[in-house]
């Protein structure tokens, strides 16, 4: 092509219909104004190379081109999107299900503690409550509720079986 004029000319000329055609591909128009612009910045960057008489043809290609690339990128996005939420989903639903079981289980399990020793579990793990100020309300020693913290914790840990070692009560 020979100058800025003709090139300027073509833009004038071509730029809204180019982005019509653009628009047939993806129905958003700033997408396509910025696909077609970058399409005639391509074609001012390798003027030289391009005759004038094959030049709306070549822009229609490379728009064409830059639509579906901007499509494919789009629908990989979407598919990866998709597919994180399904996966945390079902890792939420898993985790929950897994949560909810292992509540039961350590329900079922403090059931097989005597009242007394459910009592000082309940006082000292539940509401945080140190061995001494536990010895204090029940009258007796800071060793005695050890003893007893201990062979709750035993007697959960054989009813849990292995996820009771694994996860250390």
Not at 117 to 123: F, G, R, V
Request: contains cysteine; hydrophobic residues 35%; aromatic residues 14%.
């Amino acid at each position: 092509m020979d100058d800025r004029a003709t090139f300027d000319k073509m833009f004038n000329e071509w730029y809204a219909q180019f982005v019509y055609f653009a628009y047939y591909f993806i129905n958003d128009a700033e997408v396509c104004r910025d696909i077609v612009s970058d399409a005639f910045e391509y074609l001012w960057r390798n003027y030289e190379k391009i005759e004038e008489a094959t030049a709306k043809t070549y822009l229609y290609t490379i728009i064409r081109t830059r639509c579906i690339d901007y499509l494919r990128k789009q629908n990989i996005h979407e598919e990866y999107v998709e597919f994180t939420s399904q996966l945390t989903d079902k890792m939420i639903e898993s985790d929950s299900q897994h949560s909810d079981s292992r509540v039961l289980r350590i329900r079922k399990a403090m059931e097989k503690l005597t009242p007394y020793n459910y009592h000082i579990l309940e006082a000292c793990y539940i509401h945080n409550k140190k061995y001494k100020e536990v010895a204090e309300e029940l009258n007796v020693s800071v060793a005695a509720i050890h003893k007893n913290i201990v062979k709750a914790l035993r007697i959960l840990r054989e009813e849990l079986g292995q996820e009771g070692n694994r996860n250390r009560l």
